[in-house]
């Protein structure tokens, strides 16, 4: 790989009539398939596409998201979701993440934690020196703005 991974990651999206909810806003679920995207584009950015995991014959699972939403998004908005990797252990990271609107203001605050595995197996095994190189580990990061 001849760029230097990305430490942080910003995934741009556009909330659109079908992450609308019953309530008028994005329902709840969304947010977790953005975040999907968001890690998924990060690690593509970074060397690892899904289809090199698939090649490799391992990859990453989740094991558990925990989300706090702070303030709604609706149809139409533009929202970035910033992302991070907070830690990476022998077989394990965690993920962190920061939703913001187009005015810079925090919708939600989340983490996934993966687990990665061998495909063939559905084991965890060790992340693979090759897939650890390309992620910088940002622990404790969060932004300058606070709720």
Avoid: C
Wanted: aromatic content about 10%.
């Amino acid at each position: 790989m001849d760029s230097a991974p990305l430490p942080r990651f910003e995934y741009p999206h556009t909330v659109v009539s079908e992450d609308i909810d019953e309530l008028g806003h994005a329902g709840n679920y969304h947010y977790i398939k953005w975040m999907q995207r968001a890690a998924i584009a990060h690690s593509t950015a970074n060397g690892w596409s899904p289809e090199d995991y698939r090649r490799l014959g391992a990859g990453w699972v989740v094991r558990s998201h925990h989300i706090t939403y702070l303030k709604p998004a609706f149809e139409g908005d533009e929202v970035v979701l910033r992302t991070w990797v907070a830690n990476l252990k022998p077989a394990t990271s965690m993920r962190k993440y920061e939703i913001l609107n187009h005015r810079g203001e925090l919708l939600a605050r989340a983490e996934t934690d993966w687990a990665f595995i061998n495909y063939e197996r559905q084991r965890a095994v060790r992340i693979p020196a090759e897939v650890a190189e390309r992620f910088i580990v940002i622990a404790d990061a969060a932004t300058e703005e606070k709720p």
